[in-house]
């Protein structure tokens, strides 16, 4: 059975950095995708980014294309068992929870974001919060 477990959330000023990581383990294929989402408060759960297994190729949601270019990197580990989300010049608007999700079956495409319930596989979330 897949596993996520994230880690690195916390307490930042706006204008720091924080660095999320999502230990993946139970993969039955090396073929999968890996995402990042988060959740703010009385939102709802919205893509962010994704890395494929393959390739290491990275995809961000149009969504976020602007609000967070230049300032989210999504990589992983040569092993692929962790990804990292690396956020830089964070804004208060960035506090959410920040879920790490995985699927076997779609296609590493930032399309894959715009719909978090086709996500076969999701950690518990980790908080991350921005004061101003």
């Known amino acids: 059975e897949v596993d996520l477990v994230e880690s690195g959330g916390g307490l930042v000023q706006a204008g720091g950095s924080l660095r999320l990581s999502c230990a993946a383990s139970?993969?039955?294929?090396?073929?999968?995708?890996i995402g990042w989402f988060r959740q703010a408060p009385g939102k709802g759960r919205q893509g962010v980014a994704c890395i494929s297994s393959r390739d290491h190729s990275t995809y961000y949601a149009d969504s976020y294309v602007d609000s967070v270019k230049g300032r989210f990197t999504i990589s992983s580990d040569n092993a692929k068992t962790t990804v990292y989300l690396q956020m830089n010049s964070m804004k208060p608007d960035d506090t959410a929870v920040y879920y790490c999700?995985?699927?076997?079956?779609?296609?590493?495409?930032?399309?894959?974001?715009?719909?978090?319930?086709?996500?076969?596989?999701w950690g518990k979330g980790t908080q991350v919060t921005v004061s101003s």
């Open positions: 139970g993969f039955t294929s090396d073929d999968y995708i």
């Open positions: 999700a995985a699927d076997l079956r779609l296609r590493p495409d930032r399309s894959a974001l715009l719909l978090p319930s086709l996500w076969n596989y």
